[in-house]
């Protein structure tokens, strides 16, 4: 069995950084996927980052360059690094898992988390 959970959420002001973590257990594998995702009550759940077995990344048009997505094989984790926050970026962040292995199949992700709230307001 394979579980997720986000961690690292919390109210920011604009500008502000915050980092959330996602911690795997269960039979989670080195050729999975990780990523993110974020859903709010303006937008449905929409693809934020990913990272794929190999390192490469993949990220959302609105977060590139402030954003940025690592993992640590050896720990099973995924970190999600948020600068430069607006509250367009407000929201409910999920951590995901994409077996087939890469972080652009922005379809193929699954197993979500429960997920953290990351609200951006003054």
């Known amino acids: 069995q394979l579980q997720l959970a986000e961690s690292g959420g919390g109210l920011v002001q604009p500008g502000d950084s915050l980092r959330l973590s996602c911690q795997a257990s269960?039979?989670?594998?080195?050729?999975?996927?990780m990523g993110w995702f974020r859903q709010s009550a303006e937008k449905a759940r929409e693809f934020v980052a990913g990272?794929?077995?190999?390192?490469?990344?993949d990220y959302a048009d609105a977060v590139r360059g402030r954003f940025t997505i690592s993992r640590d094989f050896e720990k099973n984790t995924t970190t999600l690094q948020m600068t430069r926050l607006s509250p367009a970026d407000t929201g409910v962040y999920y951590c995901?898992?994409?077996?087939?292995?890469?972080?652009?199949?922005?379809?193929?992700?699954?197993?979500w988390g429960q997920g953290t709230q990351v609200t951006v307001s003054s």
């Open positions: 269960g039979r989670a594998e080195r050729r999975y996927a």
């Open positions: 990272i794929g077995w190999s390192g490469e990344t």
């Open positions: 995901a898992i994409n077996r087939l292995g890469y972080s652009w199949q922005r379809t193929k992700y699954g197993d």
